[in-house]
């Protein structure tokens, strides 16, 4: 037992993973300092370490990782020092943690309330009536719907946000010393996330509880934390109070993190209209209509941002314009004459007009084809090119999207994230479109690059004219890239309008409530927002 | 180490960090992976060359013709008569030499059916996925509802057991684990973007089928084609012991062990003899376990298992 | 209604759907026999007028659905027609009733499955759990190829090496394998015990392999980590956590190989020469006896898919998102 305040100390911990038949590094020495009560936020891009250095706060490796060098203490205790079974009995009591996907952690079998005091029951906390009360408190606390109740549940009976809650209150139930909060809100709709993170927050600092938070989300970090730290290729970059790191970066990573919520598309005026959906219904198979009643039109040679959550029917509007679903009623204009309802009915023409990029470049691309084979193959198709002046237009799309031959042979898993979202704009670029409807193409990649990608792809509306629908979720994004905006909402179109008018108040009910979750850079937003939010239900 | 800043700071794309595989040609990727296959695969693959080599060679490789038959029937194993002769007198070493090259010959030919019947249906019903899927499935589902030695038993009794028939009628029936197989893949690999990112550029079925499906669907179906040759020889071996599968005189293991199975009642006075039916047997067995042990290997080199370490 | 309750009555009604259709494909059966088959069944002697009254006999003369519902009719009352041995050119039908040829043989059989059943079952799920458990360890190694070994070996080899060691070289057992209803239980159990572990062998090795896979495919679920990170002891994460979940895989494989018994069953009765069912068959593949074949095929069928219909009631009945809808 320390008597002083710290509570975690790691120092110059090193971890190994094995992948492709070797060892490589993948934390490079990090300490890490964590007084009681404190809360520190982790972040990095994907790849820097951020889950590994957590689950090694509790002295655990995955199969697949081992902890090779370094210090690990918790309350004066040297965790790489413990049996396993001395292990274990910290576990689930002192430290807890809180998994990213609620609903792959939550066994099947059981009922939540169960899950939920398990391990406080197992290690001799408390006994079960107590660990039951408890555990209803802590959902109270939480503001889950039907405290009483939920835990009578099984986890498939209940939504991603509301289990999400119940593994913190699982976490919380043996009142540990530390908790590790591994992305938990990164799954979550925006919407969503407000609410558990105002759970979260108030529960850890009502039972001054220590944790680690790791996301990537920086607007996130600052309400969550009190210092920061980022991590980058498993080494510290920086770490700071939250404030002074939000307010002046010292390294110059962390203010290129920071500077990407800085991009702004100025507002343009609306030209003519190259697309037109007209009251538009569709439904997959006999059920449930997703798409109710939809008209949009998109300006020519502009952005369009749809906007919306999970279930809003953005990507099914997509999949519509594409032809992959035939709609049940309505028209689609093109350049004034209707489309045809199913693809196959298209003529090449029109498909070469109207192309797509998807959100996971990963299943984009047929991962036994080289960026020759997948640039190369519109241009044949479409175009008619082959042999030299081929090659030379894959060159020419290559310089366009800012790489070099040496891509020419490479396969898709040569690739990073960012250039393998590169590759698939060219493959649209190489088609010659008039339309490129962008599927929430940088929701899947790190700050830094999607910020490249949006750039990129400004800066290829400006040099040939394509007018793109930009389907996302994330607000920053839109004001980065929009012209126009379509704010959509199960199945129905909320407004539509230009992104200043959209942006400026008064709002219909649901943009309100979207706009007002996003979660911004001031470490004072959600307690702001809770204030707000109070105030006008009282 | 690459990082996306160039010296001036700014973002570069082509300076992500990657890993980029080298490039080697064929064959050193082949001695590469042969080179960490453990002991049970090498095993496995030396005894396949072997038999292969019989059955290509057997008529160089036997001493006797394989239905030539001699005076003395029963005799023990001689200078002569590697292994005796069997009841009729015929010698059994040449038989067993023959008989590599009819029951590997039958097998590979009904597994190659097998798969040509099962894959082409199993892609065309992972493709389309509407009635012609369901008409398939369902019929499928019916023909695998009777267990296949119990169907290839019947349908043997009804049209005669012959080796054309034994290959039709065991093709069909394991077509439809290679059916099941193939449509399972396939539909991992159909719901893929960058398969509705060809549809969507005006691909044909057979552009889809042959370019974006086939090339990534090979490693499991290549497991599956040596499990299901397993299963057919296991099969045809098992029908020919019965007595309705390859029929005499043409040479067979199976049907070697029964013709001869009466000599291990001698066990005690001879045991070459009582071992005589055994090693046609021995012989079914030992290409079994070497293409299991293969089998076992590549699905492991290519699942990728994450094992503690 | 329950969801589950709907779920297994559709499933039920599947399953009765497919023995009707396989009892279709195996009536056709005599459809597809060549024209000549009469004349092979009762020999070369055989006048024209014994030819035709045998076909009419066996109603080949009315139409097939009219022919496919009387034979329905028979099989459910328990008449599976007469048997085509016995008949012989002459006309006299000294046929016996199929369904006292098979009764015996049925009994036989199922008595050499439930035997090989009460050992295989146990014995193979407790190697598969522990050698998922203690994934990669020498015993692991050692459990993996000697079953990769046996499952390769065809059924007549375990069988006949079974006989060569404990019948004839050190006489512990019978090499032949003759039971009939006379014959007291314990002498059955001693003579039956070398096909039984003929056949044990077999199926343990298939069983065992599939419940490792299914079980190391359990482990991987992340709900597995998260026992683990809230300090569950290993045996708590097996029995609490895995356990539950697994009810349904590992019927699967039960039921799976229990239908692979009954077809394993049909060699190891030939090398043993035990007299049941599967020799009985095989006898009438040989000298054509069709409607022997008939009824053992459908007897054999409609076992392999109560068998596979048990294992999917059991897979609806413990899954808990069915057992417990939103």
């Known amino acids: ?538 | 180490m690459n990082t996306p800043n160039t010296p001036d700071g700014s973002y570069s794309a082509s300076n992500e960090v990657t890993q980029v595989k080298a490039r080697r040609s064929v064959l050193q990727n082949i001695w590469r992976t042969l080179k960490t296959a453990p002991p049970t695969a090498w095993f496995g693959m030396i005894v396949i060359t072997l038999y292969l080599t019989v059955a290509l060679f057997a008529p160089l490789l036997a001493p006797h013709g394989q239905a030539q038959v001699f005076t003395m029937a029963y005799a023990p194993w001689s200078d002569e008569f590697l292994l005796g002769t069997d009841a009729l007198g015929r010698d059994v070493f040449s038989r067993l030499i023959y008989g590599a090259r009819n029951t590997i010959g039958i097998a590979v030919a009904t597994t190659l059916l097998a798969f040509l019947i099962g894959g082409s249906l199993g892609l065309m019903a992972a493709i389309s996925r509407n009635w012609l899927d369901q008409v398939l499935s369902r019929f499928v589902d019916v023909l695998m509802a009777i267990p296949s030695l119990i169907f290839a038993l019947m349908l043997l009794s009804i049209f005669g057991s012959s080796a054309i028939n034994l290959i039709f009628i065991i093709a069909v029936l394991d077509a439809t684990r290679v059916f099941r197989l193939t449509r399972a893949v396939a539909l991992n690999v159909v719901v893929m973007d960058y398969v509705e990112a060809a549809k969507l550029r005006g691909e044909g079925l057979v552009w889809i089928m042959r370019r974006e499906i086939l090339p990534n669907i090979m490693p499991p179906l290549v497991a599956e084609f040596g499990l299901r040759f397993c299963f057919v020889f296991l099969t045809i071996a098992a029908l020919s012991f019965l007595g309705v599968g390859i029929q005499p005189p043409t040479a067979d293991w199976g049907s070697m062990v029964r013709e001869n199975a009466g000599l291990i009642q001698f066990a005690e006075y001879d045991l070459t003899a009582a071992l005589t039916p055994m090693i046609p047997a021995a012989a079914i067995a030992l290409l079994t376990v070497a293409v299991n042990f293969v089998v076992d290997w590549f699905l492991h080199q290519t699942s990728g298992l994450r094992d503690e370490h | 209604m329950h969801p589950v309750l709907t779920t297994i009555i559709q499933r039920l009604g599947l399953g009765f759907l497919t023995l009707f259709v396989v009892s279709i494909i195996i009536f056709s059966a005599i459809e597809f026999l060549p024209g000549d088959f009469g004349q092979a069944v009762l020999g070369q002697a055989a006048l024209p007028e014994t030819v035709e009254a045998f076909r009419r006999e066996l109603g080949l003369d009315k139409p097939p659905i009219e022919r496919y519902l009387s034979w329905v009719g028979n099989v459910l009352s328990g008449d599976l027609g007469n048997s085509f041995s016995g008949r012989n050119a002459s006309g006299v039908d000294r046929s016996r009733d199929v369904w006292t040829l098979i009764q015996p043989r049925l009994a036989n059989t199922l008595f050499l499955a439930s035997m090989t059943a009460l050992v295989a079952v146990p014995l193979a799920l407790m190697l598969g759990i522990t050698a998922a458990l203690y994934r990669n360890s020498f015993y692991d190694r050692i459990v993996n190829a000697s079953t990769l070994t046996t499952i390769s070996f065809p059924e007549f080899f375990v069988g006949y090496i079974l006989i060569l060691i404990f019948a004839t070289y050190f006489k512990v057992f019978p090499s032949l394998a003759n039971i009939s209803d006379s014959t007291p239980l314990l002498e059955k159990i001693y003579r039956t015990t070398l096909p039984a572990l003929a056949l044990t062998l077999v199926i343990v090795a298939h069983m065992m392999r599939m419940t490792r896979a299914a079980i190391i495919n359990l482990l991987a679920s992340p709900y597995i980590e998260m026992a683990q990170l809230k300090g569950a002891s290993k045996a708590k994460v097996i029995l609490h956590h895995a356990l539950p979940n697994a009810w349904a895989p590992i019927v699967n494989v039960i039921a799976f190989n229990l239908a692979y018994l009954v077809v394993g069953v049909v060699v190891i009765e030939v090398v043993f020469v035990y007299p049941g069912l599967g020799q009985l068959m095989v006898d009438a593949v040989s000298s054509r006896d069709i409607p022997v074949v008939q009824a053992c095929a459908l007897i054999f069928a409609g076992t392999y898919i109560l068998l596979n219909l048990f294992a999917d009631v059991i897979s609806i009945v413990t899954n808990p998102r069915l057992l417990h809808p939103r």
Not at chain 1, 518 to 531: A, H
């Open chain 1, 1 to 538: 037992m320390s008597t002083d305040n710290v509570l975690l100390t790691m120092r110059d911990v090193r971890i190994d993973g094995y992948s492709d038949d070797r060892w490589h590094h993948i934390i490079k020495g990090v300490d890490v300092t964590l007084k009681r009560g404190e809360i520190l936020g982790l972040i990095g891009e994907s790849g820097a370490g951020k889950s590994t250095l957590g689950l090694a706060a509790m002295g655990f490796a995955r199969p697949g990782c081992k902890i090779v060098g370094g210090s690990i203490e918790f309350d004066g205790i040297d965790l790489l020092g413990l049996s396993s079974a001395e292990l274990r009995r910290l576990h689930g009591s002192r430290i807890a943690y809180v998994a990213q996907s609620a609903a792959a952690s939550f066994n099947p079998a059981h009922r939540l309330l169960d899950q939920t005091i398990e391990s406080t029951v197992a290690h001799g906390i408390a006994d079960l009536e107590t660990a039951k009360q408890d555990a209803i408190e802590l959902y109270r606390d939480l503001q889950l719907p039907d405290p009483e109740n939920i835990g009578q549940r099984y986890p498939h009976q209940v939504s991603g946000g509301q289990l999400q809650r119940v593994m913190t209150a699982m976490a919380m139930s043996s009142r540990p010393d530390l908790i590790i909060f591994d992305e938990p809100t990164t799954a979550l709709d925006v919407t969503t996330q407000v609410e558990v993170l105002t759970a979260m927050r108030t529960i850890v600092e009502k039972y001054n509880t220590a944790a680690i938070y790791i996301t990537h989300d920086l607007a996130v970090v600052a309400q969550m934390a009190d210092d920061i730290k980022v991590l980058r290729y498993g080494e510290t970059v920086e770490d700071a109070p939250t404030r002074e790191m939000i307010s002046s970066p010292k390294a110059a990573y962390t203010q290129s993190l920071w500077a990407v919520r800085a991009l702004a598309k100025p507002p343009q005026p609306a030209l003519d209209t190259i697309l037109e959906i007209n009251q538009v219904h569709a439904s997959y198979g006999k059920s449930v209509k997703v798409l109710n009643d939809i008209t949009i039109k998109v300006p020519r040679g502009q952005t369009l941002a749809v906007v919306g959550e999970s279930g809003s029917g953005k990507s099914t509007a997509a999949r519509v314009i594409t032809g992959l679903l035939p709609q049940l009623e309505g028209e689609i204009l093109f350049n004034g004459s209707a489309l045809p309802r199913a693809l196959k009915n298209r003529s090449k023409q029109q498909l070469q007009s109207i192309q797509m990029i998807y959100q996971m470049a990963d299943t984009a691309m047929n991962p036994r084809h080289t960026v020759r084979d997948i640039i190369g193959r519109p241009l044949n198709f479409y175009l008619g090119l082959t042999g030299a002046a081929q090659d030379q237009r894959i060159m020419q799309l290559l310089q366009l999207i800012e790489l070099d031959e040496s891509f020419l042979d490479r396969y898709p898993d040569e690739l990073s994230g960012g250039q393998k979202q590169r590759i698939c704009i060219a493959r649209a670029l190489a088609a010659e479109p008039e339309l490129i409807i962008c599927d929430e193409v940088t929701s899947a990649l790190d700050q830094i690059v999607q910020e490249g990608i949006l750039k990129l792809l400004l800066r290829l509306q400006k040099e040939l004219g394509i007018t793109y629908i930009f389907i996302t979720h994330d607000i920053a994004t839109v004001r980065a890239i929009a012209d126009q905006v379509v704010v959509m909402f199960q199945g129905k179109v909320v407004e539509q309008g230009g992104k200043e008018e959209i942006f400026t108040p008064p709002y219909p009910a649901y943009t309100e409530l979207l706009l007002s979750s996003v979660p911004e850079m001031d470490p004072d937003w959600l307690t702001q927002l809770q204030q707000q939010r109070a105030e006008a239900e009282a």
